[in-house]
């Protein structure tokens, strides 16, 4: 990392990065200055607000977290005598979103604070005392957004990564998909079920006993996946609250995930789960 620093007059710099934009350096009148340009002790706090707000969007952004809107605003103290350095920073981070979680946005400040942003850790082991809050506005998703409270959705899924399949020609389908497509098994709790994966996804194979049990279509159900089995049962209050057809209530099952199911407008049957190997898979650390 390099900058330049080109003197103009007085005490005016023109600060110049290697990857190209200018910074104006300037003192107060004083000293010489004609305050056209920012003070080497402001451009420390925005750079330390810059690094950590761009950690916490990220972490955000990664846990599939929609923020609307972040404004980081960074006041400190300084000795009240030279060299005047900070002996007190505070960061306060003003976040909008649909359904952003107290958990979630703390847990980024923290990881920002302990883990990743040089600039403020920087001023901490300098012996600053750096500290942070936070405040959240509530919205509505943008894209079809009403005045409908059901419109306002639970925490973010991960996504769509789950898909579960009824198979008739049960150990073919199971070597097809492992062989010719390469996924490995993750769980096979039996002899007629198994689970496979690529790394970030779950392909569900059940063997079906009957001809009658291949309806219209092989396909099951198809799974949303959350991060958290608290947010299986957040999703299913929504879904109540919006009266969506529920075929089963929230359940844990044997290898530790826990769902529910429900059906769409045409039928088909959705499941919401919490799947420890991909929630994992998909961790903000």
């Known amino acids: 990392m390099k900058t330049d620093l080109q003197w103009r007059d007085g005490v005016h710099f023109v600060a110049k990065s290697s990857h190209g ?21 402001e451009l420390m706090l925005m ?10 969007l990220h972490i955000l952004h990664k846990s599939r977290c929609i923020v609307d809107s972040c404004r980081t605003t960074i006041s400190a103290e300084r ?11 505070h960061i306060h981070f003003a976040l909008s979103g649909p359904s952003l979680l107290e958990s979630k946005v703390s847990r980024a400040i923290e990881l920002s604070a302990e883990k990743y942003c040089s600039a403020s ?17 509530q919205t509505s998703i943008k894209a079809g957004a009403s005045s409908d409270p059901s419109t306002v959705l639970p925490v973010p899924m991960i996504g769509l990564h789950h898909v579960a399949l009824t198979a008739r020609n049960y150990e073919e389908t199971r070597s097809f998909y492992i ?22 996804d779950n392909l569900a194979i059940h063997r079906a006993e009957r001809l009658d049990e291949i309806r219209d279509s092989s396909l099951d159900h198809i799974g949303f996946v959350v991060s958290k089995p608290e947010h299986v049962d957040e999703w299913f209050e929504h879904f109540k609250q919006s009266e969506i057809e529920i075929e089963t209530s929230p359940k844990t099952h044997r290898d530790g995930a826990r769902s ?11 499941q919401v789960i919490f799947h420890p190997p991909l929630a994992e898979a998909f961790s903000v650390e």
């Open 179 to 200: 062989e010719r497509m390469g996924m490995a098994v993750e769980w096979e709790p039996d002899s007629d079920n198994v689970y496979l994966t690529s790394g970030t």
């Open 47 to 56: 750079g330390i607000g810059g690094c950590t707000a761009v950690d916490v």
């Open 121 to 137: 850790i920087l001023m901490k082991r300098a012996g600053v005392e750096v500290t942070h809050d936070w405040s959240i506005e």
């Open 21 to 41: 934009p200018e910074v104006n350096i300037d003192g107060p009148p004083d000293i010489g200055g004609r305050n056209q340009g920012l003070r080497p002790m």
């Open 79 to 89: 000795a009240e005598t030279d060299p005047r350095v900070f002996e007190k920073i």
């Open 260 to 270: 529910f199911y429900a059906l769409d407008p045409d039928g088909n049957k959705l």
